[in-house]
C-alpha cells in the first residue's frame, strides 16, 4: 500500500521561508525541503503522476517539483495557455490529471492540453475557494456572500446559492451536496440548484470549517480559536446530527489524503490527523507561512514497475515558416508577447514572441504516426488553417497566420 506524504508549500522574508517541504504523517518529521529562493509559491496541485505542479508569485508562471527525485524539473508559462493576464492564486488538477483550474479573484478558466481553454461566467465578487466533483462535471466557486456552480464544459453559470457571509465549503464527491458555514449556521446545500436543505444553528463560538470525507460517509467540521487547534466533530452527510468526535484539525486549509488522512494548517505549522478511534495527530513547524498542500508518494527514490506495450512508428514532419503579426486595433504593432501556434484541429504546434514589427515566426518539428494502410506520415492533426493566438482579448488584437 502506497504511503502518502504532506506536500507543504510555505512563504516568506526570512532565508529559506520560500520552499516545498515534505513531512512524513506518521510522525511529523520532515523528510526534506526543496528551496524556491526568492520565489514565493502560492498553490500546489499533485497531478498524480509522481509530479506536483507549483504555481509561484507573479501568477503567471508554474513549476513541476518531481517527487521521484525530488527536485525542480521544470518551468512552464501560463500565459499561453490563458485567454487573459489574470493574477492566478488558486489552482486544481483534475483526479485523472486531464484539466487544471486557474482561478483569480474574479475570474476561472479550464485548461486541457490540445483544447481552447474554457472561462467560467465572471462573478460579480472576488474568488475565494474552489472545488470540483469527482467526475468533473461541475465547479463550484465561493465568494464571500455566495456559492456559485458553473458547468465545466461550456463555462456557463448553473446555479447561485442565497446570499450569506460564507466562511468555507466542501462539495461530497458525487457532487449531490454542498457543505458550507456561514457565520453560526452549518448548511447542507442540494449539489445542482444550491438550494438550502438542511440548516443547523450551532453554539459556534468560533471559526468554523467544513470537510467530507473522500468516500462521502461523513463530513467534519473543525473550529479555531484565536487560531488555535479546536475539536473536530464528526457528522452525518444528510442530517448533519453529530455522530462523535475525532481530534483535532486546524481550519486555515485542509486536504485528503486517498488513505482518509485529514492534513491542515495554520499560520507556519502543519497538522496531520489519521481518522482512528483515538484521533491520532502529528504538528510540525515549517519555516515559513503556509499557503497550500497536497499530497503525493514518498520523496526520493521510489519503487516503480515497468509495463511495456506496443505503439505506433512515429515519424518527423517539418512545418517552416508560420507567421503571425499582433497590431492593436489601429494597426501599431504590439512586440514582445507570445503567440501560441495550433493546426485546424487545435494541436499546438509552437510558441514565438513578437519582434519590433509585431511579427512572430516558428519553425515545426512535429512527431506523428505512420498510416499502416498506406506507409505514409499521418499529418491529419497538423493541417491548417493555423492560427495564432495571444493572452490579449480578441477585441484588442488581429492576428494573421502564414503557412509556409
Avoid: C
Avoid at 200 to 225: C, F, M
Avoid at 243 to 267: I, M
Avoid at 292 to 306: C, K, S, V
Amino acid at each position: 500500500m502506497t504511503k502518502y506524504y504532506v506536500y507543504a508549500a510555505h512563504r516568506g522574508q526570512a532565508p529559506g521561508a520560500n520552499g516545498i517541504t515534505t513531512v512524513d504523517p506518521d510522525t511529523g518529521e520532515i523528510a526534506g525541503t526543496v528551496s524556491l529562493g526568492t520565489v514565493a509559491p502560492l498553490a500546489l496541485a499533485h497531478n498524480g503522476e509522481g509530479r506536483i505542479t507549483v504555481l509561484v508569485d507573479d501568477s503567471v508562471e508554474a513549476r513541476t517539483l518531481d517527487t521521484g527525485r525530488f527536485a525542480i524539473t521544470g518551468t512552464f508559462d501560463l500565459d499561453g495557455s490563458a485567454q487573459t493576464r489574470a493574477p492566478w492564486t488558486l489552482m486544481r488538477i483534475t483526479e485523472d490529471n486531464t484539466r487544471l483550474y486557474l482561478a483569480s479573484s474574479r475570474a476561472v478558466l479550464a485548461v486541457e492540453d490540445g483544447r481552447d481553454p474554457v472561462a467560467m461566467e465572471s462573478p460579480r465578487e472576488d474568488i475565494t475557494e474552489i472545488a470540483t466533483t469527482a467526475d468533473d462535471t461541475s465547479l463550484y466557486a465561493r465568494t464571500a456572500n455566495t456559492i456559485l456552480r458553473f458547468d465545466t464544459t461550456t463555462g456557463a453559470l448553473l446555479a447561485t446559492s442565497p446570499t450569506w457571509a460564507y466562511r468555507s465549503f466542501a462539495v461530497h464527491p458525487d457532487g449531490s451536496a454542498v457543505y458550507a458555514t456561514a457565520g453560526e449556521l452549518l448548511l447542507r446545500l442540494d449539489g445542482t440548484t444550491l438550494a438550502p436543505t438542511v440548516e443547523k444553528q450551532r453554539p459556534l463560538r468560533t471559526e468554523a470549517h467544513v470537510a467530507v470525507a473522500p468516500d462521502g460517509r461523513n463530513v467534519y467540521l473543525a473550529s479555531v480559536t484565536a487560531g488555535l487547534l479546536d475539536m473536530t466533530q464528526r457528522l452525518d452527510p444528510v442530517t448533519l446530527e453529530q455522530t462523535g468526535t475525532v481530534g483535532h484539525a486546524f481550519a486555515q486549509g485542509r486536504r485528503w489524503a486517498p488513505d482518509g488522512r485529514l492534513a491542515s494548517f495554520g499560520q507556519d505549522t502543519l497538522a496531520v490527523m489519521e481518522f482512528t478511534t483515538d484521533g491520532r495527530l502529528t504538528a510540525t513547524q515549517l519555516p515559513g507561512e503556509i499557503v497550500d498542500i497536497a499530497f503525493a508518494g514518498p520523496p526520493g527514490r521510489q519503487n516503480t514497475r515497468l509495463e511495456a506495450t506496443a505503439g505506433p512508428l512515429l515519424v518527423p514532419v517539418r512545418i517552416d515558416g508560420l507567421t503571425a503579426r499582433l497590431t492593436t486595433e489601429r494597426g501599431v504593432p504590439i512586440s514582445g508577447e507570445k503567440i501560441s501556434f495550433a493546426s485546424a484541429s487545435g494541436r499546438h504546434l509552437a510558441t514565438a514572441t513578437t519582434g519590433n514589427d509585431g511579427r512572430a515566426q516558428a519553425d515545426v518539428e512535429a512527431y506523428v504516426p505512420l498510416d499502416p494502410a498506406t506507409g505514409q506520415p499521418d499529418t491529419t492533426t497538423l493541417t491548417g488553417p493555423y492560427t495564432g493566438r495571444t493572452a490579449y482579448a480578441p477585441a484588442r488584437t488581429t492576428t494573421d497566420t502564414d503557412p509556409a
